[in-house]
């Protein structure tokens, strides 16, 4: 298993253009979620998906969109982008189901975005 | 979500015990205490969760105080590829959602 995939890996984009970011697990994992995470700080999740079809903000979902395309991929788009979206973004996975008390998130490497 | 608060940076030497302190005052009923590492700028890793009861793994052991409000991480014999930043995460099992807070870097010392 490769578990959670992201590409790409570095991306440089001048203000104003548009990008996305895919994510993809092969875990069979129902939930997916995008996490930012800017110099010296926490992780800040942007958007998630507890399940396919299903979409839901984060604390910071301000100039981004999200799609969960199938059960194994979730993309984040930044249609317009700017320098205060230069982050490294994470991806992560986790199971959940109808019965699931608690579950562990699995990370994907990164992608890092500069915003010029 | 209830919110976490943790020390800024800790130390520790190698072959000692880690201890890393959590305080989650707010936190609920259904809520569920977890410690991620990130080493470096990867991805987080998972350590270790628990509800009420202490627990223990390969990696860590979790002992959460009998109110809930605080928990300690031990890393029993910490190493210097322990050295990263640890993340106390309160989280609800409704929702899978983490949010993380800043963190405590740890320094693991020869």
């Known amino acids: 298993n490769a578990g959670v995939t992201q590409t790409p890996k570095f991306q440089v984009l001048k203000t104003g253009q548009s990008m996305t970011l895919q994510c993809a697990q092969d875990m069979n994992h129902n939930s997916m979620y995008w996490y930012r995470q800017d110099p010296g700080m926490g992780l800040r999740l942007i958007y998630y998906s507890a399940s396919e079809g299903t979409t839901d903000k984060g604390e910071v979902p301000n100039g981004y969109n999200v799609s969960r395309l199938n059960k194994r991929e979730f993309s984040l788009r930044l249609e317009s982008a700017a320098p205060s979206q230069t982050s490294v973004y994470f991806c992560?996975?986790?199971?959940?189901?109808?019965?699931?008390?608690?579950?562990?998130?699995?990370f994907g490497p990164g992608t890092r975005l500069l915003v010029l | 979500d209830a919110k976490t608060t943790q020390p800024p940076s800790m130390d520790c030497a190698e072959g000692r015990a880690a201890n890393l302190p959590c305080n989650h005052s707010t936190i609920s009923g259904n809520e569920y205490v977890y410690w991620y590492r990130q080493i470096h700028s990867q991805g987080p890793q998972y350590i270790i969760h628990g509800l009420k009861n202490n627990e223990t793994n390969e990696m860590a052991s979790l002992i959460i105080t009998e109110d809930r409000k605080s928990s300690t991480l031990i890393l029993p014999h910490a190493t210097l590829r322990d050295t990263a930043v640890y993340y106390c995460i309160v989280g609800s099992s409704n929702t899978g959602k983490l949010i993380f807070g800043q963190g405590t870097t740890l320094q693991v010392k020869p």
């Open positions: 992560a996975s986790t199971r959940r189901g109808a019965l699931a008390t608690s579950e562990t998130q699995y």
